[in-house]
């Protein structure tokens, strides 16, 4: 019998990537192990889960700018908002599933599109059109997007009837059910697709000035209303994205353990201080075995369990996005959980044991050390607090990988999305990138902001680019 090291076989395996939300180290790059994950949502399981839930934004957030951006208080309450919203239960397609007596359910962002769906959903739609439509950029409208989330939803692909059906019944129990929504990464709101969709034309002819990295960061916005000059306007304020962790949770029968951490003020201090792993998360202070009841789990038709314990959810309730992150902790009502509202705390499901923190621009003005908290909130918050006018801070420890990542910013990170830049480079040259890269030094943001938009390994603008250029030599 051939003995393989418990690190090859990727018995503690973080998936993560830096194609979403965050600053976040490649896949490549990840130190927890060897990567393993059944796929993305399949047609067969898109059937079964049913078309994606549009994210209700709240259209008023936008007035509150100035209020969120002055006070950590308020910005923590309307982000544990958003995050019940992208949690909320939402009834799958298929009633035959069920959770006990109950109808089943997902997260609202479990119900979310893939890449592969855009592959699906764009390659269909581009194909149906006409050679003169194509030739013409005749954008897609609004209907044509809705017809395409109908199809996905039902069409089988190559599958069978057989093989849907087979695939069913493999759905035990909760686990296995939120298992159907599969174990991938990035998750898009229909709004994000749509809008790529109804783009596609203006980001094409964008892409050769990206690749030439010919868009300077000095280079004065499109509009008043719109910096993002790959694209005739921004992503609409329904706009969400999330980027998932999946840390494996068993092989065979084994259980595998998952890394805790600290983000009590002791700790922040010293990683914003860079005296405790080179302002890196590190490997974490220990391990823990938590149930299915105390983080969320996906089952896959092959049995193998993945625990998720983070997340990134970016919304464009604010014009330059609300960035929020999540992760499980095993002292959940401590610092960062310790304002949970009720609301989460009562979902179904594990969300009451997730930490939450929140940034909504590049400098903080929150004139308060404290951002208005007692206690371990309150202490950690001032951990991390460097003034009025200095930049924000949120992090993520299963999320930031590499040095100093414990010290950046989303907002921060992502503001290079577009160019030639990744998470790494980023971060190596600090003087280009001051503060961990928080610091603001574009006037414009070419794919406003998302990595997934034009890098690898999402890079959603390479399926328009491909169906583009095939079709454009069919149709010669």
């Known amino acids: 019998m051939i003995k393989v090291s418990r690190k090859l076989l990727g018995l503690s395996l973080a998936l993560s990537l830096a194609a979403a939300a965050g600053c976040s180290a490649s896949a490549a790059d990840d130190s927890e192990g060897a990567q393993a994950q059944e796929g993305e949502l399949r047609p067969l399981e898109r059937k079964a889960i049913g078309k994606a839930a549009d994210y209700p934004a709240d259209r008023t957030m936008r007035n509150r700018l100035e209020e969120l951006e002055s006070s950590r208080k308020a910005r923590r309450a309307v982000a544990w908002k958003a995050v019940g919203r992208a949690l909320s239960p939402i009834k799958v397609a298929d009633t035959t599933l069920k959770a006990g007596d109950k109808p089943a359910t997902v997260p609202m962002f479990r119900t979310w599109y893939g890449k592969d769906d855009f592959e699906r959903m764009f390659g269909k739609m581009y194909a149906d059109r006409t050679a003169e439509d194509r030739k013409a950029r005749r954008p897609f409208s609004a209907t044509d997007a809705k017809r395409a989330f109908?199809?996905?939803?039902?069409?089988?692909?190559?599958?069978?009837?057989?093989?849907?059906?087979?695939?069913?019944?493999?759905?035990?129990?909760?686990?296995?059910?939120?298992?159907?929504?599969?174990?991938?990464?990035?998750?898009?709101?229909?709004?994000?697709?749509?809008?790529?969709m109804?783009?596609?034309g203006s980001l094409f002819d964008c892409l050769p000035k990206l690749d030439a990295n010919a868009i300077a960061p000095e280079t004065e916005p499109v509009s008043k209303t719109n910096f993002a000059p790959c694209f005739s306007q921004e992503f609409p304020v329904d706009a969400a994205v999330v980027k998932m962790s999946w840390y494996r949770a068993n092989f065979g029968a084994e259980r595998l353990p998952l890394p805790t951490y600290d983000t009590g003020a002791k700790t922040l201090a010293a990683k914003m201080a860079a005296t405790s792993d080179d302002g890196a998360w590190g490997k974490g202070i220990g391990q823990a075995d938590p149930g299915e009841d105390k983080i969320y789990t996906v089952g896959m038709s092959d049995g193998t369990k993945f625990r998720m314990p983070a997340m990134h959810l970016v919304?464009?309730?604010?014009?330059?996005?609300?960035?929020?992150?999540?992760?499980?902790?095993?002292?959940?009502?401590?610092?960062?959980?310790?304002?949970?509202?009720?609301?989460?705390?009562?979902?179904?499901?594990?969300?009451?044991?997730?930490?939450?923190?929140?940034?909504?621009?590049?400098?903080?003005?929150?004139?308060?050390?404290?951002?208005?908290?007692?206690?371990?909130?309150?202490?950690?918050?001032?951990?991390?607090?460097?003034g009025v006018g200095k930049p924000s801070w949120v992090?993520?420890?299963?999320?930031?990988?590499?040095?100093?990542?414990?010290?950046?910013?989303?907002?921060?990170?992502?503001?290079?999305?577009?160019?030639?830049?990744?998470?790494?480079?980023?971060?190596?040259?600090?003087?280009?990138?001051?503060?961990?890269?928080?610091?603001?030094?574009?006037?414009?943001?070419?794919?406003?902001?998302?990595?997934?938009?034009?890098?690898?390994?999402?890079r959603l603008a390479g399926v328009i680019d491909d169906q583009l250029k095939h079709y454009d030599q069919v149709d010669r």
């Open 395 to 458: 992090s993520n420890p299963y999320l930031e990988k590499g040095s100093p990542n414990a010290q950046s910013n989303c907002i921060g990170c992502h503001q290079h999305a577009g160019s030639n830049e990744n998470s790494e480079s980023i971060l190596a040259a600090p003087d280009k990138f001051p503060q961990a890269s928080r610091t603001r030094v574009r006037k414009n943001f070419p794919s406003d902001y998302l990595w997934a938009v034009t890098n690898a390994p999402e």
């Open 198 to 200: 109804g783009e596609y």
């Open 150 to 196: 109908e199809w996905n939803a039902t069409s089988l692909g190559a599958s069978s009837d057989k093989d849907y059906f087979e695939r069913i019944q493999q759905v035990k129990d909760d686990v296995s059910l939120q298992g159907v929504g599969g174990n991938h990464r990035v998750a898009y709101s229909p709004a994000i697709m749509s809008h790529l």
């Open 315 to 386: 919304t464009k309730e604010l014009r330059e996005w609300l960035w929020i992150t999540i992760w499980w902790s095993d002292k959940p009502n401590e610092d960062f959980g310790a304002d949970r509202p009720a609301e989460i705390t009562n979902l179904d499901g594990p969300w009451k044991n997730y930490k939450m923190n929140v940034s909504v621009s590049y400098e903080e003005k929150d004139p308060d050390p404290r951002g208005g908290f007692d206690g371990s909130l309150g202490d950690a918050l001032a951990a991390a607090y460097t």
